[in-house]
């Protein structure tokens, strides 16, 4: 199961409830146990061994910023983008040398041809839809300079487990938070669910808030079929430590596509 899953973009929010309409004062807490810099590296790595060599970086779906900090320190020129306002506004005060824009990152525009596009956390797969993943990796091939790389992970619908579940817990002035959120897949069609569960408990009371966000369902076949008009595709092990090429047994990969 992707260790990651309860950090995935929350892009699609509940209304009625201050706490669950507005998540970006808590979104950090949700992702508390990923290791940006792990993941940031890693990539930067792929960067050396398949692109240009460029600095130009823009982060999709970047939530808060805390990936778009790590490659501003490691030297890039990043920028990021996210279709949550209150998420940018957090993301603008970690990385105020950043730029950062309100967009839609299956129709978004750059002002200048980018080196490195990223899209971490499994967020390719607020796409949606089929159509609009496919509108989403023609405009990283439009936005990128020839030799940039567009990396992201994924997880293959053939071999989600709709029981499995990851879980953390966090200490918050409004409370002690828990997190829990699992992929789930009906077994046919492009639609597969992230189900979420977030638990509140305050001076021994519990609130409990629960949302099931639609996403793209594709297969590795899928999506190795989409991008190769585009792009030329290496697929990794989930693995941010060692570049290991994937096994075709894994149902979580990293995708590398460069630009020809």
């Given at each position: 199961?992707?260790?990651?899953?309860?950090?995935?973009r929350?892009?699609?929010?509940?209304?009625?409830?201050?706490?669950?309409?507005?998540?970006?004062?808590?979104y950090?807490?949700?992702?508390?146990?990923?290791?940006?810099?792990?993941?940031?590296?890693?990539?930067?790595?792929?960067?050396?061994?398949?692109?240009?060599?460029?600095?130009?970086?823009?982060?999709?779906?970047?939530g808060?910023?805390?990936?778009?900090?790590?490659?501003?320190?490691?030297?890039?020129?990043?920028?990021?983008?996210?279709?949550?306002?209150?998420?940018?506004?957090?993301?603008?005060?970690?990385?105020?040398?950043?730029?950062?824009?309100?967009?839609d990152?299956?129709?978004?525009?750059?002002?200048?041809?980018l080196?490195?596009?990223?899209?971490?956390?499994?967020?390719?797969?607020?796409?949606?839809?089929?159509?609009?993943?496919?509108?989403?990796?023609?405009?990283?091939?439009?936005?990128?300079?020839?030799g940039?790389?567009?990396?992201?992970?994924?997880?293959?619908?053939?071999?989600?487990?709709?029981?499995?579940?990851?879980?953390?817990?966090?200490?918050?002035?409004?409370?002690?938070?828990?997190?829990?959120?699992?992929?789930?897949?009906?077994?046919?069609?492009?639609?597969?669910?992230?189900?979420?569960?977030?638990?509140?408990?305050?001076?021994?009371?519990?609130?409990?808030?629960n949302?099931?966000?639609?996403?793209?369902?594709?297969?590795?076949?899928?999506?190795?079929?989409?991008?190769?008009?585009?792009?030329?595709?290496?697929?990794?092990?989930?693995?941010y430590?060692?570049?290991?090429?994937?096994?075709?047994?894994?149902g979580?990969?990293?995708?590398a596509?460069?630009?020809?």
């Open positions: 199961m992707m260790r990651a899953l309860i950090s995935a929350i892009q699609t929010l509940m209304p009625g409830n201050a706490l669950y309409t507005d998540l970006s004062g808590y950090d807490l949700m992702c508390a146990d990923i290791d940006y810099r792990a993941q940031s590296q890693c990539v930067q790595r792929l960067q050396q061994l398949f692109g240009n060599g460029g600095r130009r970086h823009l982060d999709l779906a970047c808060t910023g805390p990936h778009v900090r790590h490659f501003i320190d490691a030297g890039y020129r990043s920028s990021g983008l996210d279709i949550n306002q209150p998420m940018l506004d957090r993301a603008a005060q970690r990385c105020p040398e950043a730029q950062f824009s309100q967009q990152m299956c129709a978004f525009s750059v002002s200048e041809p080196d490195l596009i990223t899209c971490f956390l499994y967020s390719i797969h607020y796409s949606g839809s089929i159509d609009r993943l496919k509108a989403c990796i023609a405009h990283a091939h439009g936005a990128l300079e020839r940039g790389v567009f990396c992201f992970n994924a997880v293959d619908k053939r071999m989600i487990d709709n029981a499995s579940f990851v879980s953390h817990s966090a200490h918050h002035a409004d409370g002690l938070f828990g997190f829990s959120s699992g992929w789930h897949y009906s077994g046919e069609g492009e639609r597969q669910s992230l189900r979420l569960r977030i638990e509140r408990t305050v001076a021994g009371e519990t609130q409990v808030w949302d099931e966000h639609p996403m793209v369902a594709v297969s590795f076949a899928e999506l190795q079929e989409l991008l190769a008009p585009y792009f030329e595709v290496h697929v990794l092990e989930h693995d430590e060692k570049l290991i090429p994937w096994g075709a047994t894994s979580n990969a990293l995708f596509c460069v630009k020809v």
